[in-house]
């Protein structure tokens, strides 16, 4: 009996389960990533057998790797991988975020979704983000209580764990209990992140005791430890998910959205939010059903919204298979026609009708599709009509003028400020199950505002919402309502078996960047590294498509002749999109697991074993 089928699994070896992770800095020159006689090195790209991960951090991946070994299964190490990252990428993920998750039960033979998104407050209305009638600076919406949303990710664990893994939520936790107790080594993303957050966090006295120690950013090469949050998450563990939602954590949170801890003599505007402990009971993960398309004999799943990730990457990809030919000048178009769409139709399908069906639907596709000609069409491209009716080659109505695009969102134009926030991992065990995992407290840094004595910042992902005045905009704030996502794990399926999992933080450049590497590895054939470490472009509806400084050297000419403007990406870091992991199954039980080789500081990609 594998373990995994254990009725109540870990039950007597819990309280001495040690979850032994070796230290972050542990070096064994030659190894590619597998468990040999040393530690595992931060490397990749890993190939082996009987489950394996991907992360942006080496010790989040020797968290979920330490539970995989242990005998967990892909759910309890994605949750595992998730809460380490809240240590080691505390400024992208956390226990005050959200998140979406898409899971391969292979037991079920089937691809299932979890919505850990962030709620509005119930106080919250279609003006709550804007002023006098006009919306609220962006940054200063950032940087206060009004851009927190009902925290989703904790709730979301608890689900996943209940529905799909062996795990409690206390075992779950140890190995971030671990790193937040003995530390990890600072690394210069980790040194560039808090540096640009510091003025900043030098404004709430919590925030800058912990993340600025000595006043500045802590050193690259010292070791950071963060005993808050390390006593944080053991008293979850003990008390479970209630401790936040209506408990004495919720409190402690909804106090610091309601009075953010401003340092005496700081000049920040801080707006305080809505939050209500009320907002905290009422908050539940949902399991969703997932997107799919099928796209040249393959099923790709992603994540049905409030996350525009799957109808946007489907889309694109639906719109390309029906073209004759797929180059970057296609790939840019396509990811166009699927903005304007995603812009104009895609919010929480609870308050609003989306059109899942007809974005996804082949007869839409082919009617977007013939709009592609040899040149860059105009910008923005008007939003189609995925509506059932399907005709031909068509173009719905005039495009809006650039002032009408902005009031409305109805493209690309009026988008907030997108950079590298969030992350993404991927797990799979030796029973074929795997997770591609989204987690986010939106910006870099959240909030800026650590809940006192606490250990974790609060998002600002209610900073998702079009702050509007924008009539008939899908996304606008409601109450209980959650903010559009453009969050995109996806699952590939071919003959109903996995062959490949990825998925990658950016904002809006997210659904750029996986729709990249599915077209890099299944129209152009590179393999999993090679798309993944290609030069990017993201072309969201807007007159420039930004992109990576090596995409305009090596494509720039050749696009820049077939009318596309391409310019170098905002970042931080600047001309830097996204930061992707991946797996790929390559048969006979072997996996590839594939992280960045340098974007975001190079990820880390882990097997359990490199043999059979
Ligand atoms: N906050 C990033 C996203 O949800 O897309």
Redesign the pocket.
Known sequence: MSFRRLAVPFVGVAATLAFVIPPADARAPGNPGAQGHGQPAKVPVAEGYGGAVATVDLDASKAALSVLKQGGNAMDAAVAGAATLGVTEPYSAGLSGGGFLVYYDARRGKVVTIDGREKAPQAMTETSLQENGVAIPFDAAVTSGLSVGVPGGLAQWELALRRFGTLSLKQALQPAVDVATKGFTVDQTFYDQTAQNAARFADFTSTASLYLPNGAPPPVGSVFRNPDLAATYRELGRRGGDWLYGGKLGEEVVATVKSPPVRPGSTRVVRPGLMELSDLRAYRALERAPSKISYNGMDVYGMAPPSSGGSTVGEALNILEALPKVGLHEYLEASRLAFADRNKFVGDPDYVDVPLKGLLSDGFAKERACLIGDVAMPNPATPGSPDGSYGGCQIEGKPLAADETAKTGESGAAEKPEGP??THLVVADRWGDVAAYNI?I?QTGGNGMVVPGRGFLLNN?LT?FTFGPAAGDPNLPAPGKRPR???APTIVLKNGKPILAVGSPG?AT?ITTVLQILVNRYEFGMSLPDAIAAPRASQRNTAATQAEQAFIDRYGAGLTAKGHTLTIAPGPPVGEIGAATGLEFLGRGKVQAAAEPSRRGGGSALVVSAKP
């Open positions: 926030e969030t986010t939106e992902e998702d996502s453009s969050m904002g997210i």
